[in-house]
């Protein structure tokens, strides 16, 4: 079955930084969202983004379906941002299943 | 978007027995996927279910051990059966909107 990658498996930053949060896949897909998951399980939809760039806020997803990956910008880190971050893919006629990559632990301090 | 009712939210369970979870959504739904995260893990699809049809089960799970049920449109049951600790997880569903995938607030077993 097709393999979902994330980079890094953890991270903490100061509030107030950047990061770049990367997924990759070893196949085509139909589609690809990014998650957070909050420290209480819930899981919030970030973005739907099979192909090119999207922006919301301090947040911004780019994915390039013809090298198979994609990134998560958080631009200014809160402490709020702290949790896990899941990308999450459909393979092509994939019937709307999705495959959740292995995730990023970030953690943001004061 | 879609509103996800789940519930319980969480719940202790002795090993042996079941547990019932039901996922209402706000609005009619052609399918309704059942997710697991395994402690400190990912999510893993467990089945989808589809309203008048049996359920479809992924590889590694099957119907005797997650029943499933899905009288109408708006409403999903998934049960735990027989119980041991390593059915500890946090169990979700799911739906899709137009385009994007929402969620329940997922279900915290634990098994003891």
């Known amino acids: 079955g097709i393999q979902v990658e994330q980079s890094p498996p953890d991270l903490i930053l100061q509030e107030g930084a950047n990061s770049t949060l990367r997924c990759n896949f070893s196949d085509s897909v139909n589609n690809l969202q990014w998650f957070h998951q909050n420290p209480w399980g819930q899981l919030i939809n970030l973005f739907y983004?099979?192909?090119g760039t999207k922006q919301n806020g301090r947040l911004s997803a780019t994915t390039v379906a013809t090298e198979r990956y994609s990134l998560l910008y958080i631009s200014s880190s809160q402490t709020t941002d702290s949790g896990v971050y899941f990308c999450?893919?459909?393979?092509?006629?994939?019937?709307?299943?999705?495959?959740f990559g292995t995730g990023t632990q970030l953690k943001v301090e004061l | 978007s879609a509103v996800i009712s789940q519930k319980p939210s969480r719940d202790i369970c002795q090993r042996g027995t079941s547990l019932t979870i039901q996922c209402q959504v706000d609005s009619q739904v052609t399918m309704m996927f059942w997710y697991r995260q395994q402690p400190g893990q990912s999510l893993t699809l467990i089945a989808t279910?589809?309203?008048?049809?049996?359920?479809?089960?992924e590889s590694g799970f099957v119907i005797d051990k997650f029943p499933i049920s899905r009288p109408n449109l708006t409403f999903s049951t998934l049960t735990v059966s027989n119980m041991s600790p390593e059915d500890s997880s946090i169990y979700l569903c799911?739906?899709?909107?137009?385009?994007?995938?929402?969620f329940g607030q997922g279900t915290r077993l634990t098994v003891v």
């Open positions: 279910a589809n309203q008048g049809s049996e359920a479809t089960y």
């Open positions: 999450a893919v459909e393979l092509t006629g994939g019937g709307n299943k999705l495959t």
């Open positions: 983004i099979p192909s």
């Open positions: 799911s739906v899709v909107g137009v385009t994007e995938a929402f």
